[in-house]
């Protein structure tokens, strides 16, 4: 046995080799086959490994909860019960695969923060590398990275997710530098993989946040050009809370 886990080892079969002994016991006690044994081992050792990869892309994603849809109330507005089952239909995550984005535009504490969290933290779950920030912590990064002629390898951290979602659109501008920034990531991203957006601010504004219009139409062109639209309305309810 100590011969057969030390070459498990080298295999990096970790975990078959440690589950070998608890293998065997059954295979004895259950009368199993060969066959049935080794079967055994490596659904052992595919299910830790499935494990371990939905903890990397947790801890990759940046997520600092694991929200989920349950959590969120739609009785809390009229809007949120109509666009109910639209919501739960994305919750599926086919967007991901079709290479869809999300716009989520309403006022602060409308809920457009913890829908994208939900939909981050339930593509973890299935293994989607995925990545949740602000807009203005991306931008930041991007232009010190501009700074320290690291931008390629910057760029490539936000462009290489299948989901990326950055949140709080609107709150700042993000001035010359930052729209031209961010709309390389965007433009990067297009029809090749998802992105989640929330914002407080509706498209026709977009001009405020990124240095004029014209950046500003070639961001929300390609954004629109793929995507559900949901607009959260109603007070803010953490107001209510």
């Given at each position: 046995?100590?011969k ?43 299910g830790?490994r ?19 849809i ?78 320290d ?84 309305e ?8």
């Open positions: 046995m100590e057969i886990v030390e070459k498990f080892k080298a295999l990096r079969l970790k975990n078959c080799a440690e589950s070998l002994p608890d293998i065997i016991d059954q295979s004895t006690r259950d009368n199993l086959s060969a066959l049935q044994a080794i079967d055994r081992l490596l659904d052992i050792e595919l830790c499935e494990k371990a990869r939905i903890a990397l892309r947790f801890k990759q994603s940046r997520l600092n909860e694991k929200t989920t349950d959590a969120f109330d739609f009785s809390h507005h009229l809007s949120r019960k109509k666009e109910k089952a639209r919501i739960l239909s994305l919750m599926d995550l086919t967007f991901i695969q079709d290479r869809k984005d999300i716009i989520l535009i309403g006022n602060p504490g409308t809920g457009k923060t913890f829908l994208s969290k939900c939909l981050a933290y339930a593509a973890t779950q299935v293994g989607v590398k995925t990545l949740f920030t602000s807009a203005m912590d991306m931008i930041n990064q991007l232009i010190a990275a501009e700074a002629y690291t931008l390629l390898k910057q760029l490539k951290y936000y462009q290489s997710p299948d989901l990326l979602v950055c949140d709080e659109i609107g709150y700042l501008p993000l001035g010359k530098q930052g729209s031209n920034l961010f709309f390389q990531v965007i433009s990067n991203r297009h029809e090749k993989a998802s992105t989640i957006i929330t914002t407080n601010l509706p498209f026709a504004k977009w001009g405020d946040i990124f240095d004029g219009t014209t950046v500003a139409t070639a961001i929300a062109d390609r954004l629109v050009h793929n995507s559900e639209i949901l607009i959260m109603g007070d803010s309810y953490r107001k209510k809370k």
